[in-house]
Antibody, heavy 120, light 106 residues
């Protein structure tokens, strides 16, 4: 079964740090670009960033709203994706989803269940 | 920065055709995807590459993209289609989502 499972969400104070994890199973993790998407309470979806696959040197991209504060990495041996968040602000309060797309779709067809980060 | 604009809400009667639009500059030059999200659940991809349906998505979901507007059409809308719908496109290696449209079936 294709699956993404996030963990690590918590209540953190403004200015604090937190690391989220996402474990993949059921698909060729090393071939996939992996993304983080967040959703503030009662709001829409916001893309956070991505890490490309090994073939593309794991090059990252970030949304302007998190650039310089968030860092995305991955561990192929653990089939895991990470989101390191620093200098957290109240606006970062959201459910964080990891997501990925099958090759060539330019879309996210695999989503995790999400993990809640509360900055307060 | 690039924006995708969606109407906040759309209503449709059961069995009728529901239409949700997404507007952006020269959107026809980008591939648009659509996601359905029900309360308390993760988004589900319903359309990619403007008009392609992933496996398992009912045929009543279709998409189009022309000039500055992409459209998600739900034919023969069912009560189970009531949800939030988001369009999404890629702009300079960043993903952009529309603000979302709440589809009410009544």
């Amino acid at each position: 079964e294709v699956q993404l499972v996030e963990s690590g969400g918590d209540l953190v104070q403004p200015g604090g740090t937190l690391r989220l994890s996402c474990t993949a199973s059921g698909f060729a993790f090393s071939d996939h670009y992996m993304d983080w998407v967040r959703q503030a309470p009662g709001k829409g979806l916001e893309w956070v960033g991505r890490t490309r696959n090994k073939r593309n040197n794991y090059a990252p991209e970030y949304a302007a709203s998190v650039k310089g504060r968030f860092s995305i990495s991955r561990d192929e041996s653990k089939q895991s994706l990470y989101l390191q968040m620093t200098n957290l602000k109240s606006d970062d309060t959201a459910v964080y989803y990891c997501a990925s797309g099958s090759g060539g779709t330019l879309a996210f067809d695999i989503w995790g269940q999400g993990t809640l980060v509360t900055v307060s | 920065s690039y924006e995708l604009t969606q109407a906040p809400s759309v209503s449709v009667s059961p069995g009728q055709t529901g239409t949700i639009t997404c507007s952006g500059d020269n959107l026809v030059n980008k591939y648009v995807s659509w996601y359905q999200q029900k309360p308390g659940h993760s988004p589900v991809l319903v359309i990619y590459h403007d008009n392609k349906r992933p496996s398992g998505i009912p045929e009543r979901f279709s998409g189009s993209n022309s000039e500055n507007t992409a459209t998600l059409t739900i034919s023969g809308t069912q009560a189970t289609d009531e949800a939030d719908y988001y369009c999404q496109a890629w702009v300079s290696s960043t993903a952009v989502f529309g603000g979302g449209t709440k589809l009410t079936v009544l």
